[in-house]
């Protein structure tokens, strides 16, 4: 991207991710693609390093991104590098497992103990091949099961 914003380069993954063709995008402002710009409202000077934002692709449909910035200098004046992830499918996964500890803490919170007797007491417990273990009573559970 120079220093108007316009963009100067397109690799194929960003034409695979965007949905674009290359000669769609080169000589097009940055906000084709990320529409709160690459900058998020700071400066050239400031807006360097590292930031997740929002793209759009070709069809309108939003995208989670990972960018970097990195400034450049080149014949024709200051330029940025901008690697961009998309990180969309990985947010996805996060999201679920979220989903599973909630659900899961849930369900230990409704689980109650099930023994009703000490486990170093002998007549509660039964031999197995790990060593001797409390024998549980269901007539406390209430848990899932």
Do not use: H
């Not at 449909?61 to 992830?85: D, F, H, K």
């Not at 509660?124 to 899932?144: E, K, L, M, Q």
């Amino acid at each position: 991207m120079d220093a108007q914003g316009l963009l100067r380069f397109v690799n194929a993954e960003a034409e695979r991710v965007f949905g674009y063709p290359r000669e769609e995008l080169l000589g097009r402002e940055v906000e084709v693609l990320v529409p709160e710009g690459l900058f998020g409202g700071r400066s050239l000077d400031t807006g360097l390093g590292e930031r997740a934002i929002q793209g759009r692709r070709k069809d309108g449909s939003l995208l989670s991104l990972e960018v970097r910035l990195s400034p450049v200098s080149g014949p024709e004046g200051p330029s940025v590098l901008a690697v961009v992830r998309d990180v969309s499918e990985r947010e996805r996964y996060l999201a679920k497992v979220q989903r599973a500890r909630e659900e899961a803490e849930m369900q230990r919170s409704r689980c109650r103990p099930c023994w009703t007797t000490r486990p170093w007491e002998s007549s509660s417990r039964r031999r197995t091949a790990a060593g001797w273990w409390p024998i549980p009573s269901r007539s406390n559970c209430s848990g899932v099961r």
